[in-house]
């Protein structure tokens, strides 16, 4: 009886997916960036803020995936971007047959930029190439900053590391985060990593992520 490998069968499917949706998103021209990170990162929030601060200078359009639930797709459409909604029903990560579908769905033709915004997960959406231009990291200070060291497989393939809620960090918050500590350890697994600290919440630090955002999507027109 013939042996059949269902991980490399179900990983060789995706990586088909994920050549076609690349296809697709040269052939608009539009480069996509897969958000991960745990829940409740704040990766939802850092998207909104993004897209409101740079209305009328780059068109944002999201695939929202998630366990259940369309919340944070009917934020994203809030903040007046289109945004495609997949639910995964139980996977703990989107599969490039998703995206692809999500793609199918977004107005490809008048976007500067997609995000695909993964299900929360530090381990299994680090495995699953979906055809992104890159994947990009978001870290939350109260997450604690033992995480790149714990995880290194998602810090060592991202582009970019957001650190989020900086916030926490000031006015006599209790929290123990060392800033330094997670530069130096994603660095030693990614020295090319961009790693940029942030606040969703006060907007501190994000123009420094808008800066490289907006030189990466001007790069592909």
Known sequence: ?????????????????????????????????NIISSPGSGKTTILVRTITDLTGTVRIGVIE?????????QRIKAAHAPAVQINTEGACHLSAT?????????????????FIENVG???????????????????????????????????AKSRVLLVNKIDLLHGGA??????ERVRTEARRLNPGIEIFPVSAKTGDGMPDWYAWLTKEARASR
């Open 65 to 73: 995936g998630d366990i259940q639930t369309d919340i944070d797709a």
């Open 98 to 114: 998703q995206v692809h579908r999500g793609l199918t769905e977004l107005p490809l033709e008048g976007l500067d930029l997609v």
């Open 121 to 155: 997960n530090l381990v299994c959406p680090s495995a699953f190439e979906l055809g992104e231009d890159g994947k990009i990291v978001v870290l939350s200070v109260p997450e604690g900053d033992d995480k790149p060291a714990k995880y290194p497989a998602i810090f």
């Open 1 to 33: 009886m013939a042996k059949v490998d269902i991980g490399k069968k179900v990983l060789s499917a995706n990586e088909a997916y994920a050549l076609e949706n690349r296809r697709l998103l040269a052939q608009h021209g539009t480069p996509c960036f």
């Open 174 to 179: 209790q929290v123990d985060f060392d800033l």
